[in-house]
């Protein structure tokens, strides 16, 4: 193994997709959207990602198609850096340093060697437009210093500023005015609305910006919902603007499609509005969109567009307002209640998604696998309403069972409680409905856990209240006669003095059930409900409480309020030792005996790893964060480490996540997650002229092992039908520039025999000899050997056709490359 | 004269002026040639199914475009006959509406129709090929109404939602030459149908059913951005429409066709300033006097006396008597009018209600000596400009005349010798009210910029005050206001007072304070209260303004202690109004 790194924390996926504006290549094959500190690269038909494109060290704020060539892609970042890649292949180009914190990114055609950015440089909130002339250089890395300033006192917003009629103009909006900078003319035209002084024009700030691709005609979105179509702004006096108005609050984004025809525009109401010849009677609409949205981009082809929404996704639309894909990330803009939780089934990461949804995320391929909906009512967006919140859930007996609790709670005495318990179906692959209580219990719920011990056939789960009682439900046969249906009753209600129940847990066996009632502790019998001690350290409400694992199962931790840990023995019925520590999230891992515990300090989080039969911590991490730490999790490996430093074991088995308040996930790693993220799809780029699918992949590589098995039956000899497309020899053959090649009749006859080499193999073999004698012999052993291999391979594995296949074209451009070495000599005699 | 078509829809003067386009209901043009002394009929043009509801010349007097219902006819005038018919959609809105009919055309010079439809659509049409060029749909309602400016630059239109829509000939992009119509700014000051439409070089001038004349600037051709340049909506029109009988306590109300005659009520009770009194006795409505015909009525007047009232229509001149017997009015008309008196723009008494004085529309000013139930006409004034008087003002004693036009100078008159004794220079602003004062016989004179003049009829020169206060200029904000002075009365006890008052406010100057300039509050805010003398005669100015009643149509005084205002308040108006196009406003 290589050496260790040390560990630090990483940001894990779920960055924010909708950050800047989506862009699409120029066949709208492939739609690319910053992600942290990474630009993906996604198929629009297929929604997969098809590249990771990395190299950025701080945000991605900006990324644009090299308008020279549409087979390369700008981004800038944060780190003042501007990067040219190739997305077809993923490759790094070339990089600009510019040595600023850029804020946005403008390409134009007009302006070869240049792009525009936006900087600070002063004061804070000061943002200039430059353009950043990219000197022409051979080496990866070159110094841009050359600044040219354009516009000063502009938004930071890329929305906010706008090239129109091929990089004549730039319009740029700030607060209540436009201003329009000609690049010819170099003077600027600033037009003012009259601000917030009257009342009536109270909402007129500008939010954002577009430009007519044919026509001199700007258009500007405000924060009261309307559009205005600026034109004859050239003329400070005869300037005149039309008024769109639809739109009921804040027009977040505006585009004009690529023909300049009609413009879209989308705000807080989740509708894409497509005014037509921009006119205010001729609309469509795309509604129910699900989330405000925040940008809105179309496709240099012009028959794709996207919107970009709040919740973290990105939906593909057609030219005729069909949605026909939906990329979406993590969602993050409620509030998360539930904490995290990790599905047993498919080992994704559960937490609160939309309003009312429990999002299912696979961290592995940083992209949510699916929405289960909980409260099952039509969320409305207004201000000011108080929504239903999915408050608690959890996942029992092995991801059979889940059960959630949403609460609405509209005055002090009314409140709405619902528990719901939810049934995988193997069938439909997921989630049903089994049993809905209503009220069960007084007041809030403030713990709800199952007992996943395997003695226990009988799923069994425990509710803790606010109102003084805890309550055991288990699964019962329903009052269906043919005793099929099953439902979900109380079984048992404990309460302990008339205090508040806090928490609740199981001990891992199932024996045990241990219930806190505010500064107590209370120790049941599962079997027979009896309470069997009660441990109380008078040292605040407990907050948090766990059971040991495996060998320390017979401890139980309670973290309180008052910032002290407490470990009890159960065996002895006393206190084992107690620390001072501040805990915010106490979270076991499921396959060790270790327990990670994060603290709050005043200057940050820190993170301490211990097991509870010794005081003494494993591994502690200062400061993992700035910011407080809501909720924490370990995620099962799928394939363990083997870190062989002791601080580092615990990461062995499981890894652990964590959620601050501004909700970014972060592990701790050796390296950067998204690095291991493997897209599936990445080989689909092979066949570029053919639909990738992963169906088709499927498909195709079974037809291939079909077509090998008809040519087994039919000769005993090594018979291989070389699929051009697959080949990269031919693919090579191809893509070698038609000047430096013979003639087509020269090459011909090599050509066809080389296609013929999978049937006489050994005069196959013989011709590139006789030509090219310097070639060494040794690789045309290697190559027979090869050959020999194969056919062992073949014969013994049909599995492996693959890999043949992929080894047969490499023996193939072996010869190809020889053939190219005959031409070159043929040259030269000439 | 009778133009043989049923009800007349449209008429359009040719560029040059000398023909006369006219619509007929039953689908006729007809073409009238203007000569100096009379209309002839010339021809027409072929018949078209349905009436024509507008007409529009083409600059050049070649060709004329004519809106029907459902289609468009282009004519050529020398043929007369139809070259295009451009069949207008019926649609509206998805929907098939029986009809579309056509409001409004514009023939450009460049062959472009514009025509504006009952569906709402603002549609181009290339009168070359007879080919619809673009279509906006603006509204849910009729477009009604359509004026181009002189520059065929920009057009304006008006809906019955009572929006009005401003279109712009913009260039497509700033290098090239090529320009497109471009619906920009619409205007919503109206509450119902725009009916009538006008674009000035500066202004967009619309009006229609909700009673108001709006006048928008246009920013753009504004030169400085001074108070000319705001927005003007004007609700009343800028003459005086009541007349009032001090002697009686008798007010006549002139409206569009009948004149209402109310007797005043009284009060016995006394309170403080402020309060409103119980009335004794209630206001009569004594006469309500319907015109004949459908002509409206230009002006009237009752005498100071009461007995006498005189209207005039547009082309008749009425007189009656009224007698009284205790609460018995019984009117009688005079009959046998002179033939000279047709129509009257302004129709006066003198104080003692024995003269009454006629400024026809002809120009000259009649003198008619009113006697028990009959007339005789004394004396015609010609005065030596052409345009017409529609002003007049009679002095108490009776001996002066003064007449204003609308543009010359005042005319003053000597009554006893019948001829004109002198004229109050010309001015560049046209006179709004005129009133000469008793006793002293000045003259005072508010023209329509606000300006205020002091002439003395007996010096035949402006007075010490006017002079005084012309050098040293008007407040700023009185030089403000909306609306023109319409009415200037005096107290006959306090000769250094002139009231007077627009339709916003009612306004005493006193001669004998100091003028306010423009650092002193016009409006004059402190009441009298406790104030100290000191403080109240150095804030104190000659003008004394009272906001209290508007919009306020008339004022004068009764007597000493009486002061009438008439206030006609705009939910009324609104109210008798037919309701407003339904519109759905968001968050209802």
């Known amino acids: 193994m290589v050496e260790e790194e040390s560990v630090r924390v990483v940001r894990c996926g779920g960055s924010e997709l909708n950050f800047r504006r989506a862009v699409f290549s120029a066949d709208s094959k492939y739609i690319f959207c910053v992600s942290g500190d990474f630009v993906k690269v996604h198929s629009t038909a297929t929604e997969e990602c098809v590249h990771i494109l990395q190299g950025h060290r701080n945000l991605v704020t900006g990324i644009q198609l090299n308008p020279n060539n549409h087979l390369q892609l700008y981004s800038c970042s944060f780190d003042g850096t501007v990067k040219l890649w190739d997305y077809v292949d993923g490759i790094l180009i070339k990089t600009f340093v510019v040595g600023l914190k850029l804020h946005a990114l403008f390409t134009l055609p007009s302006a070869e060697d240049s792009v525009f950015v936006i900087i600070n440089k002063e004061k804070p909130d000061v943002f200039q437009l430059v353009s950043v002339k990219l000197p022409k250089s051979s080496s990866q890395e070159i110094e841009a210093k050359e600044l040219s300033f354009v516009l000063d006192y502009i938004n930071q917003s890329p929305k906010c500023i706008a090239f129109g009629n091929e990089g004549e103009y730039v319009a740029a909006v700030r607060d209540f005015y436009l201003s329009v900078y000609f690049f010819k003319k170099k003077t600027t035209s600033r037009f003012t609305l009259s601000s917030s002084r009257n009342k009536k024009h109270a909402k007129n700030n500008f939010t954002c910006v577009a430009c007519h691709p044919k026509e001199d005609c700007i258009a500007t979105g405000h924060k009261d919902g309307k559009i205005r179509l600026w034109r004859n702004f050239d003329d400070d006096k005869k300037y005149t603007y039309t008024c769109l108005h639809w739109h009921h609050d804040m027009v977040m984004d505006l585009a004009f499609s690529v023909t300049g025809t009609s413009l879209l525009s989308g705000g807080r109401e989740s509708v894409l509005v497509e005014w037509r010849d921009a006119t205010e009677k001729n609309k469509e609409f795309l509604p129910r969109l699900g989330a405000t949205i925040e940008h809105i981009s179309v496709s240099p082809a012009g028959d794709l567009f996207c919107t970009s929404h709040s919740d973290n996704k990105i939906i593909v639309i057609h030219r005729n307002l069909e949605a026909s894909a939906v990329i979406q990330g993590l969602v993050k803009d409620s509030n998360i209640f539930t904490g995290l939780m990790v599905d047993p089934r498919t080992k994704a990461l559960v937490l609160n998604g939309k309003p009312g949804h429990l999002q299912f995320y696979s961290l592995q391929h940083d992209k949510q696998l699916y929405n289960l909906d909980i409260i099952q009512q039509e969320y409305i967006n207004d201000y000011g309403l108080i929504q239903i919140e999915l408050t608690k859930a959890a996942f029992g007996c092995y991801g059979n069972w889940l059960a959630t609790v949403e609460q609405r709670q509209e005055k002090e005495t009314e409140l709405e409680l619902q528990m719901k318990l939810w049934m995988y179906n193997k069938k439909t692959q997921g989630f049903v409905l089994n049993t809905k209580v209503n009220m069960p219990h007084e007041d809030h719920i403030t713990a709800l856990c199952f007992c996943n011990a395997e003695k226990f056939e009988n799923p069994t789960l425990v509710t803790s209240s606010k109102d003084g009682h805890f309550k055991v439900w288990i699964l019962t046969d329903d009052s269906d006669i043919y005793k099929k249906a099953v439902g979900w009753t109380c079984d048992f209600v404990g309460s302990y003095h008339k205090y508040q129940a806090t928490n609740c847990c199981f001990s891992e066996d199932g024996s045990l059930l241990a219930v806190s009632f505010e500064e107590i502790v209370t120790i049941w019998d599962s079997e027979t409900w009896e309470l069997k001690c009660t441990f109380c350290q008078r040292a605040g409400k407990i907050r948090h409480l766990c059971f040991g694992r495996l060998t320390c199962s017979k401890y139980l931790l309670g973290a309180t309020e008052n910032g002290i840990l407490c470990c009890w023995n159960l065996l002895s019925c006393a206190l084992e030792w107690s620390a001072k520590l501040n805990v915010r999230v106490m979270e076991p891992d499921p396959n060790s005996e270790n327990i990670a515990a994060i603290s709050r300090s005043s200057v940050g989080s820190d993170l301490f790893v211990f097991k509870p039969s010794e005081p003494r911590p494993l591994y502690i991490q200062k400061n993992i964060s700035r910011e407080e730490v809501q909720w924490g999790v370990f995620v099962p490996r799928d394939v363990p480490e083997s870190f062989t430093s002791e601080a580092y074991q615990w990461l062995n088995r499981s890894q652990f996540y964590f959620l601050t308040k501004s909700q970014s996930l972060l592990t701790f790693s050796t390296k950067s997650p998204e690095e291991k993220l493997t897209p599936t799809s990445k080989q689909l780029l092979a066949e570029e002229s053919l639909p990738t699918t992963p169906f088709y992949f499927i498909l195709g590589k079974h037809r291939e092992q079909q077509d090998e098995k008809i040519n087994e039956a039919f000769e005993s000899e090594l018979v291989q039908l070389p699929l051009t497309e697959n080949i990269p020899a031919i693919s090579e053959l191809l893509h070698t520039p038609a000047h430096v090649l013979p003639s087509a009749s020269f090459l011909c006859s090599k050509f066809v025999s080389s296609l013929l080499l999978s049937k006489e193999t050994k005069s196959g073999e013989e011709i590139p000899e006789d030509v090219d004698m310097e070639e060494g012999k040794e690789s045309d052993d290697s190559d027979e050997e090869n050959d020999f291999t194969e056919k062992i391979q073949d014969t013994n594995n049909t599995d492996l056709g693959e890999d043949l296949l992929h080894q047969l074209s490499k023996s193939e451009e072996k010869e190809l490359r020889k053939f190219r070495k005959v031409d070159y000599s043929w040259i030269t005699v000439l | ?588």
């Not at chain 2, 004394?378 to 609308?406: K, Y």
């Open chain 2, 1 to 588: 004269m009778d133009a043989f078509g049923g009800p007349i829809w449209s008429m359009a003067v040719s560029p040059c002026g000398s023909q006369l386009l006219v619509g007929c209901e039953d689908g006729s043009v007809k073409l009238f040639q203007i000569t100096p002394d009379k209309i002839q009929f010339e021809r027409n043009f072929d018949r078209q199914k349905s009436r024509i509801l507008s007409l529009s010349w083409h600059p050049s007097g070649t060709h004329i475009a004519a809106g029907s219902i459902d289609y468009i006819s282009v004519f050529d005038v020398k043929s007369g006959s139809a070259v295009h018919k451009m069949l207008v959609d019926r649609q509206y809105m998805g929907v098939s509406k029986r009809k579309c009919i056509i409001w409004g055309v514009a023939f450009l010079s460049d062959g472009t129709v514009i025509s504006v439809d009952s569906a709402g659509k603002v549609q181009f049409w290339d009168s070359a090929t007879g080919t619809l060029v673009k279509n906006h749909l603006i509204a849910n309602a009729d477009v009604q109404s359509i004026a181009v400016s002189d520059q065929e630059d920009s057009f304006v239109v008006g809906t019955a939602e009572g929006t009005v829509f401003h279109f712009q000939l913009v260039s497509v992009t700033s290098n090239s030459s090529e320009k497109q119509w471009v619906r920009t700014k619409p205007f919503q000051h109206h509450t119902h149908d725009v009916r009538a439409v006008a674009h000035s070089p500066t202004a967009l001038i619309s009006g229609g059913t909700d009673t108001h004349l709006v006048i928008r600037p246009l920013m753009e051709k504004v030169e400085v951005k001074n108070y000319d340049a705001a927005l003007r909506k004007i609700t009343f029109p800028h003459r005086r429409l009541i007349s009032c009988s001090k002697k009686r306590h008798l007010l006549l109300f002139q409206f569009a066709h009948h004149l209402e005659l109310w007797r005043l009520g009284s009060t016995v009770a006394t309170g403080k300033n402020g309060d409103t009194l119980p009335l004794s006795k209630d206001a009569d409505h004594l006469l309500h006097l319907k015109t004949k015909g459908p002509e409206n009525i230009i002006c009237s007047c009752i005498s100071p006396c009461g007995s006498w009232i005189a209207y005039s229509t547009t082309s008749r001149f009425f007189l009656y008597r009224l007698n009284y017997e205790h609460d018995n009015i019984s009117l009688q008309r005079v009959s046998k009018m002179p033939a000279f008196l047709r129509s009257a723009l302004q129709i006066l008494f003198s104080e003692d209600s024995t003269k009454l004085f006629v400024a026809s529309n002809q120009g000259s000013l009649h003198i008619i000596r009113l006697l028990e139930g009959s007339f005789k006409h004394l004396h015609t004034l010609q005065p030596q400009s052409v345009e017409s008087m529609c002003l007049l003002a009679v002095s108490p004693d009776g001996n002066w005349l003064a007449a204003s036009g609308t543009s010359a100078g005042v005319h003053v008159y000597n009554i006893k010798h019948l001829k004109l004794h002198c004229t109050v220079p010309a001015y560049n602003f046209p006179v709004t009210a005129l009133a000469i004062a008793p006793n002293t016989n000045n003259l005072v004179i508010a023209h329509s910029d606000q300006q205020v003049f002091e002439y003395s009829i007996p010096d035949k020169q402006y007075t010490e005050w006017s002079r005084t206060i012309q050098k040293q200029g008007f407040h700023y904000l009185w030089l403000q206001r909306d609306t023109p002075i319409t009415h200037i009365s005096f107290h006959p006890k306090r000769p250094m007072h002139i009231l007077l008052h627009d339709a916003y406010m009612f306004c005493i100057i006193d001669k004998s304070l100091p003028l306010p300039n423009d650092k002193t509050l016009l409006y004059n805010p402190l009441p009298p209260t406790n104030e100290s003398d000191v403080i109240r005669r150095r804030t104190a100015h000659a003008f004394k303004i009272s906001k209290i009643y508007k919009p306020l149509l008339f004022m004068d005084l009764l007597d000493e202690r009486t002061l009438v205002a008439v206030e006609r308040p705009l939910d009324d108006i609104i109210a008798q109004l037919p309701p407003p196009i339904k519109k759905k406003k968001f968050g209802t």
